[in-house]
């Protein structure tokens, strides 16, 4: 499990915006990708850019690099009644959405 809290394993406090956005892309570029899309972690975290993601929400941080898709929807946590990311890209342009358990669509993020 990945350490996303107090802040993401990729901070240390005293980081700023630059410098964390700096430490994700270059531990994205190994692997070949542009997004992280990072599970089990429904909890509130805090960014050193100063975003924040709320608990049980799904969100995306970094402009697309970071999805955080786990809402809390389980018993045992209890945040949400769930939540789904989907992902459409058409004419060049990729968008991604968080879709409620009431079918209600919110954009989070759009890019090439």
């Known amino acids: 499990q990945v350490r996303m809290h107090p802040r993401p394993w990729w901070e240390k406090d005293g980081d700023t ?3 964390s ?6 531990a994205l570029r190994p692997l070949g ?5 990072i599970g089990h972690q429904p909890n509130a975290i805090e960014f050193a850019d100063g975003g924040r993601r709320k608990a049980g929400e799904l969100s995306c941080h970094f402009d ?8 809390g929807m389980s018993r045992g946590i209890g945040y949400s009644a769930g939540s789904l990311l989907r992902i459409e890209t058409a004419r060049g342009t990729t968008n991604a959405f968080s879709i409620s358990a009431a079918g209600k669509a919110d954009r989070i993020w759009s890019g090439p």
């Open 17 to 19: 915006p630059a410098k």
């Open 21 to 26: 956005r700096e430490k994700l892309a270059r």
């Open 33 to 37: 990708v542009n997004h992280l899309v």
């Open 64 to 71: 697309g690099m970071v999805f955080l898709i786990d809402c």
